[in-house]
């Protein structure tokens, strides 16, 4: 079984969202769902276009895979097993996403892998979450979850 990766994303700019919230509801659920739908949609994006948070949390080109190269193909969706695998999920306080797979951590880090961790592979981050710590959420989704949290907060 895949180990869990889990990530607190503590950004201001979502923290001073959220305080908005306060006093206005008990239950943030259909908020952190549709948060956890923008992170899906982001990774998504990333697939499509290649590329990844960098430690800024700004989208860069991930380095192309030698079976990409080799087959005029796309990295990390040779039979888009990994993309397909991504799910959300919620709470009434929380919300992430997964990815399905036990080989999700190398690409998303990069780190030695193979027989005898004689293969490094660079980090590939595919989920919206980058830094060093895979702390920084993607600024193309930053502005989503700001953007869902304001218009929560609008209709209240």
Do not use: C
């Not at 006093?23 to 899906?40: H, P």
């Not at 080799?70 to 709470?91: A, C, H, Y």
């Not at 996403?97 to 027989?115: D, K, L, N, P, S």
């Amino acid at each position: 079984m895949a180990d869990l990766i889990a990530i607190e994303i503590t950004q201001d700019s979502i923290t001073q969202a959220f305080a908005g919230l306060i006093g206005r509801t008990s239950d943030f659920s259909s908020i952190t769902r549709q948060i956890a739908q923008d992170l899906v949609t982001q990774t998504a994006f990333n697939f499509q276009n290649e590329s990844g948070p960098d430690s800024s949390g700004q989208a860069v080109p991930w380095k192309k895979s030698k079976r990409a190269i080799r087959e005029n193909g796309q990295t990390l969706t040779d039979k888009g097993i990994l993309r397909r695998s991504v799910f959300p999920s919620n709470t009434p306080f929380t919300a992430s996403i997964a990815a399905g797979v036990e080989y999700g951590a190398i690409h998303q880090f990069g780190g030695e892998t193979g027989r005898g961790k004689k293969t490094i592979l660079p980090a590939r981050p595919f989920l919206p979450f980058g830094g060093p710590q895979g702390d920084v959420l993607q600024v193309d989704v930053l502005a989503e979850v700001i953007n869902t949290i304001s218009a929560y907060i609008a209709k209240q």
